[in-house]
């Protein structure tokens, strides 16, 4: 495909380890051994990880490296039965070399690295102290885009340093530009944060101005920002000097009906409700006992997700929360296929006009409870599958499995089912 380097995949089967491959690292947790992870990635037939790369946490913008061991948290009794808020916390590191020792493994296991940052979102939450939280939030919100290319230049840098910038497949400004700090930038305007394409438009100079700084200074990597296909936009709205076409295919639908009715994302809204307290587990605690330690609410200030999601993930009774959604999944399933049509549609077209490759970096059902099956079951399998071909009909260059097929997901287990659908993918 046109713009892709020679050296990488005719196709990246994606695996999404996110932040966890730094927060979830002490010993006995799913990342501790990160050769293991590579291997077993390999096995399943994977060729490529999805990371936050931590650039702000590693790199100041301006001087480059921070001094001093990264320290890491948890949060307390909160999410620990969540995906991806679960881990132990405790962890004291070098950044650097952590960084490095993945891109060792990579290259030791013939993979790639997808760069990213969930800096303004989610990866604050688990450092061990907040002053770089607030240096995050103290940027002006005009200032963050190039804040967080400044600090990924540092860390493309030091990662090409040591020989690895051939293993990096590209580079994303940071993850989900449309939700989380960096849409400050149109929030401060006025502009809703429920309005996808407004916040799109209004964020979209910030984003071409920091591509285009990378670009010039590391012509040799693809860069891009990251997007999601939740709801309908037009496309022209995204930058005009994406490299790569990065989306997330969320489609909920029967679990949006769960969170719509539960209101765990209206915070108008009387919770636990009676549906929300049915889920529940008997020995689940009263919610107004379920909080952050004293002190640090900080850690999901900023966070889109909220105590409320936290709390019904953490202390749902699982089987429950699969029964409600096997039980009503019959009204949504020709409207949540439909719903990766049409978008995978659009975005094939606009990439089309433009000769970019496109990949889907996350998907596909949506955010649920960590001891939850619906996404791993039949109907979850059913739904990836079809966004997967779906993918491949479209000539897509990469696809991630399911957000949830990572070392830190019970899905990992199912090997012989990511093997059989990466093997499609690169065959495809």
Not at 51 to 74: K, T, V, Y
Not at 341 to 347: C, G, L, N
Request: overall charge negative; some cysteine.
């Amino acid at each position: 495909m046109a713009g892709i380097p020679g050296h990488l995949p005719e196709k990246l089967t994606i695996t999404l380890w996110d932040f966890s491959w730094y927060t979830m690292s002490m010993p006995g947790e799913p990342f501790f051994d990160l050769g293991r992870c590579f291997a077993e990635a390999v096995e399943r037939g994977y060729n490529t990880v999805r990371i936050c790369a931590m650039p702000f946490l590693l790199f100041d913008p301006e001087s480059g490296n921070r001094r001093g061991p990264l320290r890491l948290a948890n949060l307390g009794e909160v999410g620990m039965r969540t995906r991806w808020y679960n881990c132990r916390g405790g962890a004291v590191m070098d950044g650097f070399e952590r960084l490095l020792a993945l891109f060792r493994e990579a290259e030791r296991h013939q993979c790639f690295v997808i760069l990213s940052s969930w800096e303004y979102q989610q990866s604050f939450s688990f450092l061990g102290t907040r002053e770089l939280y607030d240096e995050l939030m103290g940027i002006p919100p005009q200032e963050r885009f190039m804040a967080i290319a400044k600090s990924m230049h540092h860390l493309i840098s030091h990662v090409k340093a040591a020989g690895y910038g051939d293993r990096i497949a590209y580079v994303e400004l940071h993850n989900e530009i449309e939700y989380g700090g960096l849409n400050r930038v149109a929030t401060d305007a006025g502009i809703s944060g429920d309005n996808i394409a407004a916040v799109i438009r209004a964020v979209k100079p910030y984003t071409e101005e920091a591509l285009a700084w990378l670009g010039e200074r590391h012509p040799d990597l693809l860069f891009t920002g990251c997007y999601t296909l939740g709801e309908p936009w037009p496309k022209d709205l995204l930058p005009g000097n994406m490299q790569v076409g990065h989306f997330h295919m969320y489609i909920n639908g029967v679990l949006q009906q769960l969170m719509d009715e539960t209101g765990i994302r209206n915070p108008d809204a009387a919770f636990p409700n009676p549906l929300a307290q049915s889920l529940l587990r008997e020995d689940a605690p009263p919610f107004d006992e379920y909080r952050l330690p004293e002190g640090e609410e900080w850690r999901l200030e900023g966070n889109p997700v909220g105590l409320r999601l936290l709390y019904l993930h953490d202390w749902c009774d699982p089987v429950k929360w699969d029964l409600y959604l096997y039980e009503h999944y019959g009204a949504h399933k020709l409207a949540m296929k439909q719903k990766v049509d049409d978008r995978f549609a659009e975005i094939a077209a606009w990439a089309a006009d433009r000769n970019l490759p496109v990949v889907i970096g996350e998907g596909y059902v949506g955010y649920t409870p960590l001891l939850a099956g619906f996404e791993e079951g039949p109907v979850g399998k059913d739904l990836a599958e079809h966004a997967i071909r779906k993918g491949m009909e479209h000539g897509f260059w990469g696809m991630v499995l399911c957000s949830n097929c990572a070392p830190h997901h019970p899905f990992w287990a199912d090997i012989g089912w990511q093997r059989k659908w990466n093997d499609y993918i690169r065959h495809a």
